[in-house]
């Protein structure tokens, strides 16, 4: 409508000069018949300046006509024009509103790796903390097999040693000369024993002889 209005518009101001000229070409014939009106008859036009007027007339209705089409060219380009701009609008609309739909898909799909982002790393604490906690009851579990292997080693070292001791005792093979060394320590002792009483039965007599002499000496005294 816009343009329709421009087109009426440059039409009336094209065809206003136009018509000023057709008023001040026909206002002498005007002024004939004014100047005429007080006489008898009107002065008849000359062909020849109605043949102007006619052709004048012709080249003015060529001149609009073609302003005209100019004009609705115009008209038709500018309305072409502003289908393909609605049509635009209508696709960016229809773009526009896509993209929202993404933007918000996107940004519930941010939020919900925010949110599984902060899981995760809560659990990853979590799991640090549990792993942290089983690393000391491993160590502690380590260090008690340590003591443990340590005592078993130390009393597997006393076992070895004793049952080395008794093996070297209790060995077959070395009977005959324990046998041999308790024999001869038996002599040993036994021939101790005669010395030792021999000994003792010396003392004895001499203890008695020394008896018998201090009981002489006693009577005397009396």
């Avoid at 038709?76 to 509103?97: A, F, I, M, P, Y």
């Avoid at 010395?195 to 005294?221: N, T």
Wanted: aromatic content about 4%.
């Amino acid at each position: 409508m816009y343009c329709t209005c421009n087109l009426r518009a440059s039409t009336t101001s094209t065809a206003s000069p136009l018509n000023q000229d057709r008023v001040s070409e026909t206002s002498p014939a005007g002024s004939t018949m004014s100047e005429m009106g007080g006489g008898d008859l009107p002065a008849e036009p000359k062909v020849e300046q109605l043949m102007g007027k006619l052709r004048l007339l012709q080249r003015e209705k060529r001149q609009l006509e073609e302003e005209i089409r100019h004009a609705q060219s115009v008209h038709d380009s500018l309305w072409k024009e502003l289908l393909d701009l609605r049509t635009e609008v209508n696709d960016l609309e229809g773009v526009h509103k896509d993209k929202e739909g993404t933007c918000r898909k996107l940004q519930l799909q941010c939020e919900e790796s925010e949110q599984d982002f902060d899981r995760q790393l809560n659990q990853n604490k979590t799991s640090e903390k549990l792993l942290e906690q089983y690393r000391c009851e491993i160590q502690e579990v380590k260090l008690k097999h340590r003591k443990l292997r340590m005592r078993f080693e130390n009393q597997l070292l006393q076992l070895i040693e004793q049952h080395k001791q008794l093996d070297y005792l209790f060995n077959p093979k070395r009977v005959p000369d324990e046998l041999k060394k308790a024999e001869d320590k038996k002599r040993q002792l036994l021939s101790a024993e005669q010395v030792k009483l021999a000994q003792l039965h010396k003392l004895h007599e001499e203890f008695e002889e020394a008896k018998k002499q201090k009981q002489p000496d006693a009577l005397m005294h009396e």
